[in-house]
């Protein structure tokens, strides 16, 4: 069974720092790149960051540019998104989806939300 499954979203002060986690089980996760999406509420979903299933490459939205650091560790089939110095503005619901050659597959969401 496929799943990826996301962790550690939660509430954040603005200026913090929270790190997300994308544990992938059922398929090769090394095969697969990596891309963290978001979701606002009233807002479509946005590209927030990719790496390539070597964890290279990281390409992220100009929105969080210098702010967030994608990695991951094919070891343990783990994807991360580090996020620092948070603002209102980062208040989603975050998804992980592994994109492969054939077909994609997508994590239930984290929601953070960030409160002064």
């Known amino acids: 069974q496929v799943q990826l499954v996301e962790s550690g979203g939660g509430l954040a002060q603005p200026g913090g720092s929270l790190t997300l986690s994308c544990q992938a089980s059922?398929?090769?996760?090394?095969?697969?790149?990596i891309n963290w999406f978001r979701q606002a509420p009233g807002k479509e979903r946005e590209l927030v960051a990719f790496?390539?299933?070597?964890?290279?490459?990281?390409k992220y939205a100009a929105s969080v540019e210098g702010r967030f650091t994608i990695s991951r560790d094919n070891a343990k089939n783990t994807a991360f998104l580090q996020m620092n110095n948070w603002n209102l503005e980062d208040t989603a619901m975050y998804y992980c989806?592994?994109?492969?050659?054939?077909?994609?597959?997508w994590g239930q969401g984290t929601q953070v939300t960030v409160s002064s």
């Open positions: 059922g398929f090769i996760f090394n095969l697969y790149a």
């Open positions: 790496t390539d299933r070597f964890g290279r490459s990281p």
């Open positions: 989806n592994a994109q492969g050659p054939w077909n994609s597959y």
